[in-house]
């Protein structure tokens, strides 16, 4: 089992930055890839970003590509998701995941482990 909580949600006006965070417990989590996926009202679950176990290996979903950052650090158990020049479109629940399997986590919504999310809010 791996246990996932997010923090670093809140409410930001347009332009603004937020810096999500995943904190991971249970186990290795250095084995697995992680991501962030984000759903809106009325939206399915997407994809936002996703990090290989080593951290070599990035994808963006188009829309928060050249706004958004993700990174780990496997000693402390924990990913990040730097969001810079926020919209009030990336408004959503946004969802830390986990899966030894890369492609799992890019297909939003296949990992094994997710967290309970954390609200982001952009107004305009």
């Known amino acids: 089992q791996v246990q996932l909580v997010e923090s670093g949600g809140g409410l930001v006006q347009a332009g603004g930055s937020l810096r999500l965070s995943c904190a991971a417990s249970?186990?290795?989590?250095?084995?697995?890839?992680m991501g962030w996926s984000r759903q809106a009202p009325g939206k399915e679950r997407e994809l936002v970003a996703v990090?290989?176990?080593?951290?070599?290996?990035?994808n963006y979903a188009d829309s928060v590509k050249g706004r958004f950052t993700i990174s780990r650090e496997n000693n402390k158990n924990t990913v990040w998701l730097q969001m810079n020049n926020l919209k009030p479109e990336d408004t959503a629940v946004y969802y830390c995941?986990?899966?030894?399997?890369?492609?799992?986590?890019?297909?939003?919504?296949?990992?094994?482990?997710w967290g309970q999310g954390t609200q982001v809010t952009v107004s305009s």
């Open positions: 995941n986990a899966d030894q399997n890369y492609w799992n986590v890019f297909r939003a919504g296949q990992s094994d482990y």
């Open positions: 249970g186990r290795t989590v250095s084995m697995y890839a």
């Open positions: 990090i290989s176990s080593n951290g070599a290996l990035t």
